[in-house]
């Protein structure tokens, strides 16, 4: 994803990240460290603060509930330090940033349906606001008339100035849309543009590794049918 984004000349200082940097992968420790090299906006996941000791893992299905404990004895200290002080929401450039909703946040509620997205721009008043959580790219426009547009999937949209927007940027890793490649968005200041974008990569090695980090199987199993 990253080498993608470079090709689009994005560099440091110019990525944005939604949370859970660290979750169901097998490099938790290479996973902030990089983050951390591309001086990334960020905000905090629900797992970033699992793995970080602040979040109670008890209401995780049981694989993320492995995964969380798995990650939490490998990051160095420093490593959860910074995941424990990421806000859970914060503005960049005219721009909402939260990794669930900006409706109660700290509740971490998905984000599926039109109905979500209608109930959740009420809680901000910026022109954009950018969510993942679901790991399922979306979009919802807000038309000053109080119509909201719903729609699925990749998309490229030019921003208008009557319109708001609540876009889910899709998942790096896990996806679940049926989909294996890797999904994140390309905000286009300059051209007042948006683009979820797909990025194919090396899926079985990521299973690989998970496997034979001893994590549950799934997680790794998953990666090559994007579910």
Same mark, same amino acid.
């Given at each position: 994803?990253?080498?993608?984004? #470079? /090709?689009?000349?994005?560099?440091?200082?110019?990525?944005?990240?939604?949370?859970?940097?660290?979750?169901?992968? /097998?490099? +938790?420790?290479?996973?902030?460290d990089?983050?951390?090299?591309?001086?990334?906006?960020?905000?905090?996941?629900? $797992?970033?603060?699992?793995a970080?000791?602040?979040?109670?893992?008890? *209401?995780?299905?049981?694989?993320?509930r492995?995964a969380?404990? *798995?990650?939490?004895?490998r990051?160095?200290p420093? !490593? &959860? %330090?910074?995941? &424990?002080?990421?806000?859970?929401?914060?503005? $960049?450039?005219?721009a909402?940033?939260?990794?669930? &909703?900006?409706?109660?946040?700290?509740? *971490? +509620?998905y984000?599926?349906?039109?109905?979500?997205?209608v109930?959740?721009?009420?809680?901000?008043?910026? +022109?954009?606001?950018?969510v993942? $959580?679901s790991?399922?790219?979306?979009?919802?426009? #807000?038309?000053d008339?109080?119509?909201?547009?719903?729609?699925?999937?990749?998309?490229?949209?030019?921003?208008?100035?009557?319109?708001?927007?609540?876009?889910?940027?899709? &998942?790096?890793? !896990?996806?679940?849309?049926?989909?294996?490649?890797? /999904?994140? =968005?390309? *905000?286009d200041?300059?051209?007042?543009?948006?683009?979820?974008?797909?990025?194919s990569?090396? =899926?079985?090695?990521?299973r %690989?590794?998970?496997h034979?980090?001893?994590? +549950?199987?799934?997680?790794?199993? %998953?990666?090559?049918h994007? #579910?």
């Amino acid at each position: 994803m990253l080498a993608d984004a #470079r /090709a689009l000349g994005v560099g440091p200082g110019a990525v944005v990240c939604l949370g859970d940097i660290v979750g169901y992968g /097998a490099d +938790p420790e290479a996973a902030v460290d990089l983050v951390l090299g591309y001086d990334a906006i960020a905000v905090a996941g629900n $797992h970033d603060y699992a793995a970080a000791g602040l979040l109670d893992v008890e *209401w995780f299905n049981p694989f993320a509930r492995a995964a969380a404990e *798995w990650t939490a004895e490998r990051l160095h200290p420093a !490593q &959860s %330090r910074y995941l &424990s002080g990421l806000p859970l929401v914060r503005e $960049h450039l005219g721009a909402v940033l939260v990794h669930a &909703s900006p409706e109660d946040p700290e509740e *971490w +509620p998905y984000l599926v349906s039109p109905g979500d997205g209608v109930r959740a721009f009420a809680a901000f008043s910026t +022109p954009l606001c950018f969510v993942g $959580h679901s790991h399922l790219p979306a979009v919802w426009i #807000r038309y000053d008339d109080g119509r909201v547009d719903f729609a699925r999937g990749a998309a490229h949209l030019t921003l208008g100035c009557e319109e708001r927007y609540l876009i889910n940027v899709g &998942s790096v890793g !896990q996806p679940r849309d049926g989909d294996p490649a890797a /999904a994140y =968005a390309l *905000w286009d200041l300059d051209a007042g543009s948006v683009e979820i974008r797909r990025v194919s990569y090396d =899926a079985a090695e990521a299973r %690989r590794r998970i496997h034979a980090a001893g994590l +549950p199987l799934l997680l790794g199993d %998953r990666l090559l049918h994007g #579910r």
